[in-house]
């Protein structure tokens, strides 16, 4: 049974970078798009972007130009980084597998606080 | 305009039917998009419930009731999903999505009661 597990810091400051990992387990990291997903407090769902395995990048159009995908098949993870954080990207960020017909399998999600 | 519109919320009965609509923008026609729903209950990430383009083109999610149905209205442009025999266990959030330019859209979820 394919897992997977957020960490990071839950704390990010006004202006800083947040840093997530996904590690995944039970599965193959291969030939797959790997995908952030967040959601604000009491809201719903925003689809951060994506990386296919040793292939391309795809991210929200809202978020272009602060976020960056990066997967390492070696440690069979994958990360996030958002630059130049505000209020605005605090959420439970979760992270997911897209299979061959949807996004299949999601980590429990982790919560970021942004603070000044 | 968003991409997705869903309602806010929606209540039913214990055994009815529950009918949750995603209305595409009117410049994106919903028979040209796979529509994917998800059930997300509190603390826990979304599930996979189906996806529905045509009775031709759909897909059930694993373990997912056959009382969970898709359709679409296309003179309405919207997905529908379809809960039937209402249970106590379906009261969650249901969010529609679809691929929309290049990145997945989501719907802003419909909250369901079952009361």
């Known amino acids: 049974q394919v897992q997977l597990q957020e960490s990071g810091p839950g704390l990010v400051r006004t202006s800083e970078t947040l840093s997530l990992i996904c590690t995944v387990s039970?599965?193959?990291?291969?030939?797959?798009?790997w995908t952030w997903i967040r959601q604000p407090a009491g809201k719903g769902l925003e689809w951060i972007g994506r990386m296919f395995t040793g292939g391309s990048s795809t991210y929200n159009p809202s978020l272009m130009g602060r976020v960056t995908i990066s997967v390492d098949t070696s440690r069979k993870q994958f990360s996030l980084k958002l630059s130049a954080v505000t209020a605005a990207d605090a959420a439970v960020y979760f992270c997911a597998r897209e299979g061959s017909t949807h996004i299949d399998y999601w980590g429990r999600g982790t919560l970021v606080t942004v603070s000044s | 305009q968003a991409v997705l519109t869903q309602p806010a919320s929606l209540s039913a009965s214990p055994g009815a039917s529950a009918s949750l609509t995603c209305t595409l923008r009117?410049?994106?026609?919903?028979?040209?998009?796979?529509i994917y729903w998800y059930q997300q209950k509190p603390g826990s990430p979304p599930r996979f419930v189906l996806r529905y383009k045509s009775d031709s083109d759909k897909q059930q999610g694993s373990g997912v009731p056959r009382r969970f149905s898709g359709s679409r209205d296309v003179s309405a442009n919207t997905g529908i999903l379809l809960i039937s025999g209402l249970q106590s266990e379906d009261e969650a959030d249901y969010y529609c999505?679809?691929?929309?330019?290049?990145?997945?859209?989501f719907g802003g979820g419909t909250k369901l009661t079952v009361l």
């Open positions: 039970g599965g193959s990291i291969n030939s797959y798009y």
């Open positions: 009117s410049d994106s026609n919903v028979a040209n998009f796979r």
């Open positions: 999505m679809i691929w929309h330019n290049n990145a997945w859209v």
